[in-house]
């Protein structure tokens, strides 16, 4: 017996003991394999605007993040459903005793003890027993539960909606950047290849006291603000392509061109002007498709049930039983019998507290049609700015 419990407070000393550094080695080298997958990706046609949105809508790792928390909410909301069912509880006893169950009896006339020589239960017995339950009370809580789960599913949805709204913006916008920037890198290439040739010039006709040493020191500040133009354009250039690579989820050294048959005066000229847009139209098409109002309105509903939730615990608890038995006793006449009831429990001095989370569920109901409207304001303001 001390052995044992020594073991066990050993096993225990070191339950919670992990070699972090092994631990971080090993999910480096998996990480690793998994961005080396992506840096090896080749593209054989210039990239356009659709496709980098296509590849970033596939293998950004937000998004990524966010489709595996909303796979999550639907087994958690199909969990919710399924605890909707009764119990069945089985049942299974195997025990078996030295002797067998004698008694003594007492007369009460006389005061005499005597040994009974006769048994009703044998030394070994086997007894199993199957019993559906089911309490009322839990299952009205298991299905505002299960709807909970449902709608916070729903929520997950348009979480993700809402994220890929941005992320396709994102992407445009950093996609439009850079090929621009390539654009102007052309013309920038070229005046720098001019930018020697007219230093010399400049310096020869110093020489030949053709041009004025002043005149010419402000063209070569000029020349120079024009180099250090072309180096942070190249700079933004390359910062581009980092974060298009990053929001499309490919490695920074991934190597892809851009279309140049997109035309960014085409893309201006789709756009409505803003003269010609209607604020109150705007504020409308937003009202109605925002993905985050539907969470709102989803977050008011989780709300309700919470307090419809709370309003159902403070009622007592109806159990309905039926249960069916066996046991092999030979000393039983019936070996095998069947049970049915129904019971009622109410826990008097929970009430006080159940009451007031309830009335705090409703207070929450209140908050979250203020955080809605707070929300309602902040979109048609977002409106008006753009």
């Known amino acids: 017996m001390g052995v044992g ?60 993040v966010n489709r595996m928390m909303e796979n999550i909410a639907d087994d958690n909301a199909l969990s919710r459903k399924l605890e909707m069912l009764p119990a069945l509880n089985l049942r299974g006893d195997l025990s078996s005793r030295s002797n067998y169950p004698l008694r003594e009896y007492k007369n009460l006339e006389t005061g005499e003890i005597s040994l009974s020589n006769t048994v009703s239960e044998e030394k070994t017995r086997k007894a199993v027993s199957l019993t559906l339950s089911w309490n009322i009370l839990d299952f009205g809580l298991s299905y505002f539960r299960a709807r909970q789960a449902a709608v916070e599913t729903e929520i997950r949805r348009m979480e993700r909606m809402r994220q890929a709204q941005l992320l396709a913006s994102e992407i445009a916008s950093a996609y439009w950047k850079s090929l621009l920037a390539e654009k102007n890198l052309a013309y920038i290439r070229e005046i720098e290849q001019n930018i020697g040739v007219f230093k010399e010039n400049a310096e020869e006709m110093v020489q030949q006291k053709q041009l004025d040493p002043i005149v010419a020191k402000d063209i070569e500040m000029q020349l120079t603000g024009l180099s250090i133009t072309a180096s942070e ?29 997109e035309d960014f005066k085409i893309y201006l000229g789709n756009l409505p002007a803003p003269d010609a847009l209607d604020t109150r139209h705007l504020e409308t098409i937003s009202l109605y498709h925002r993905p985050e109002l539907f969470s709102a309105d989803l977050q008011q509903q989780v709300q309700h049930d919470e307090a419809r939730a709370a309003l159902v615990s403070m009622f007592p608890g109806i159990r309905l039983d039926a249960s069916y038995y066996y046991d092999d006793n030979e000393f039983l006449v019936n070996n095998d019998w069947t049970t049915v009831g129904i019971g009622l429990v109410q826990n008097l001095l929970a009430l006080p507290s159940q009451y007031m989370g309830w009335k705090a569920r409703e207070k929450s109901i209140e908050l979250a049609k203020v955080r809605r409207l707070l929300l309602t304001a902040g979109i048609i303001a977002q409106v008006h700015m753009s």
């Open 5 to 64: 419990i020594c073991w066990l407070a050993a096993g225990c000393s070191t339950l919670f003991e992990v070699d972090l550094e092994t631990q971080r080695r090993a999910h480096v080298e998996q990480e690793r394999k998994f961005l080396q997958a992506r840096e090896s990706v080749q593209f054989t046609d210039p990239l356009t605007l659709a496709e980098a949105v296509r590849i970033g809508m596939l293998n950004n790792l937000d998004m990524r």
């Open 233 to 261: 354009l190249q700079a933004e250039i390359s910062g581009m392509r980092i974060e298009l690579s990053r929001l499309m989820g490919l490695m920074p050294s991934s190597r892809f061109e851009l279309a140049e048959t």
